[in-house]
């Protein structure tokens, strides 16, 4: 299986969190570009991740190593960002909420399934590998585990 190259989008507090929980999937990804508009936050942040710093989103969407890029920045700019990599088939995680709007939400949903790429949203600890959680096993005896996927199915 081909390791995924992450594109960082924001990093702020959540994309802390999402580094995080990337960094402990290292034959699966990495994160292999970052962008904020803070020059030396991004400067320091990539350095240390050992992954290329852009001030611009754009130029990171265009970067041919980025095959998933994760969106921690203001909730207004989700969906133009979410967009743009979308166009360009990407694949995409937001940090909650995906859009400010429903409608936005569904064109970024219906752009997904034109060009064949993944759209997700979800919370900071979506991506944490180390998330405990209480399950029932089979026999109806309770144990405790690390959570790795989660699906609500709910409508």
Not at 39 to 54: H, L
């Amino acid at each position: 299986m081909k390791k995924l190259g992450i594109g960082l989008v924001g990093l702020g507090f959540p994309s802390i969190s999402h580094g995080a929980g990337f960094s402990e999937m290292p034959d699966a990804c990495q994160v292999v570009a970052m962008c904020d508009i803070k020059e030396d936050v991004v400067k320091v942040r990539a350095k240390k991740a050992n992954a290329k710093p852009y001030l611009r989103y754009i130029d990171l969407l265009d970067d041919p190593a980025v095959d998933v890029v994760d969106v921690t920045t203001q909730h207004e700019s989700h969906f133009e960002i979410a967009k743009a990599a979308l166009e360009r088939r990407k694949h995409v995680f937001v940090e909650k909420p995906i859009c400010v709007s429903s409608e936005m939400g569904l064109e970024l949903v219906e752009l997904a399934k034109k060009t064949g790429s993944n759209a997700g949203c979800g919370g900071k600890h979506s991506l944490c590998a180390r998330l405990p959680c209480r399950r029932e096993d089979p026999q109806g005896e309770n144990s405790w585990g690390y959570l790795v996927c989660a699906h609500d199915d709910r409508r």
